[in-house]
């Protein structure tokens, strides 16, 4: 590993499987010391026991991406613990299937935007300061190829990561004059908790991927790790894809 996140301090939402999990392994092999965040508390701790073997340094904070008060304590624990914050992965998600005219709002939306959407919002606007007082940090937000390519049955999903590429638009600019650097990554059908290898759905969705096979986590956290880095030093309010080739059909 040549060490690009030497020394820095990254927080990883939605860490305890796929994508984010994928992520945190790959920093702290990078040398980033990694907060990690999900709600389950086995997996967590798994997770930076694994890291702490590895030679790595990470601390788990047990938390809720939907709740206003796990995201403060999220925040303080990393500031508390390492004293700056440089590097911010919003990657918790959720994702629900369902007829539209079934759909529930309470039941089928509302859920979807707050782990999508509102704490993406939320834990953005939290560790802003922090990197402003630095002058510099770097803030990768996980959307998704349905931020460009309409999926039946999934509304609220495919409106929530199209709310979210635009939303890392719209921060890119307004702090690209501070060392903000805030960029997304659109990944295409990758394997995971969401998308279990060999289910109905990833056999469904391999035959519009031109490569023919979904995404590996590793894959995924591969191009976040570009853009969390300095090597990404001109790149911001970019959408990173990394669909396969699904998108160029």
Do not use: W
């Amino acid at each position: 590993m040549s060490r690009r996140l030497n020394d820095k301090v990254a927080i990883v939402t939605g860490a305890t499987s796929g994508i984010g999990r994928a992520t945190a392994l790959l920093f702290a092999a990078e040398g980033a010391k990694v907060v990690v965040t999900g709600r389950r508390a086995e997996q967590g701790a798994s997770l930076v026991d694994e890291i702490r073997k590895a030679g790595g340094e990470a601390t788990f904070v047990q938390a809720d991406a939907t709740k206003a008060d796990d995201l403060v304590r999220l925040v303080d624990t990393a500031m508390k613990t390492y004293g700056r914050i440089d590097i911010l992965i919003n990657n918790a998600g959720v994702l629900k299937t369902f007829n539209f005219l079934e759909m529930d709002e309470a039941r089928d939306f509302d859920p979807v935007f707050e782990t999508n959407v509102r704490s993406y919002f939320r834990l953005t606007k939290l560790v802003l300061p922090h990197m402003l007082a630095a002058g510099k940090g770097a803030i990768v937000n996980i959307a998704s190829i349905a931020s460009e390519t309409a999926v039946p049955f999934h509304a609220s999903y495919c409106a929530s990561k199209g709310a979210i590429k635009q939303f890392t638009k719209a921060i890119a600019l307004e702090y690209a004059t501070s060392g903000i650097r805030v960029n997304a990554v659109l990944p295409g059908l990758t394997t995971s908790d969401m998308v279990p290898e060999g289910s109905d759905f990833e056999k469904m969705v391999i035959s519009t991927v031109p490569m023919g096979r979904a995404a590996k986590a590793l894959e995924i956290a591969n191009g976040i790790l570009f853009l969390a880095s300095d090597e990404s030093s001109f790149c911001t309010g970019t959408t990173l894809v990394m669909d396969g080739g699904a998108t160029s059909q």
